[in-house]
């Protein structure tokens, strides 16, 4: 009888271990794929949700986190736009502003994508969402370099929108 009911806690507690693992390597998979996996583990992984998500769940989860990450970045380049006196310097953020108001538009059409199975248009807007800040990042140079706090935002934004384009590879089976 003892042996029964050891047996019986033991297979309750492999069963939770290997069901908290499957989302874990979920995330763990999807990070692996993108440019930086640490910092998209960390992200992923911030939001309660990803915790209990199937690939579509983290789907939704990805995008949301994106979406705060593009609306941040717009925010912080709007405060440094207005508090620069350098006039290259303005021109860059004015450029930069552009770029993530176009990251912020792509990531919004997003959910209307995933809820129509349109993985196609999902991974286009998705693209077009990580070269936002990328192509923000271009505009500074040894003369004009970029502030750490855009950059370390635009390396987040950049690995989440990887993110998403690494599941939407997966849902639509590449």
């Given at each position: 009888?003892?042996?029964?009911?050891?047996?019986?806690?033991?297979?309750?507690?492999?069963?939770?271990?290997?069901?908290?693992?499957?989302?874990?390597?979920?995330?763990?998979?999807?990070?692996?794929?993108?440019?930086?996996?640490?910092?998209c583990t960390q992200l992923l992984r911030s939001d309660p949700r990803s915790k209990t998500s199937d690939l579509v769940a983290l789907e939704t989860v990805a995008i949301d986190v994106a979406s705060v990450q593009a609306n941040s970045g717009q925010s912080l380049v709007q405060s440094l736009q207005s508090g620069a006196t350098d006039p290259k310097l303005k021109e860059i953020y004015s450029s930069c502003l552009e770029n993530y108001g176009d990251s912020v538009d792509s990531i919004g059409q997003l959910p209307g994508f995933l809820k129509s199975k349109d993985y196609g248009s999902l991974g286009s807007y998705a693209s077009a969402a990580l070269d936002g800040p990328a192509t923000c990042d271009e505009n500074f140079s040894s003369s004009s370099p970029e502030p750490s706090q855009l950059k370390d935002g635009s390396v987040k934004l950049q690995t989440i929108c990887s993110a998403v384009l690494a599941i939407n590879n997966n849902l639509s089976g590449q």
């Open positions: 009888m003892a042996f029964t009911h050891n047996l019986r806690f033991l297979f309750a507690v492999i069963l939770t271990i290997s069901v908290a693992n499957v989302t874990a390597d979920l995330v763990d998979d999807i990070c692996a794929k993108t440019l930086q996996p640490a910092t």
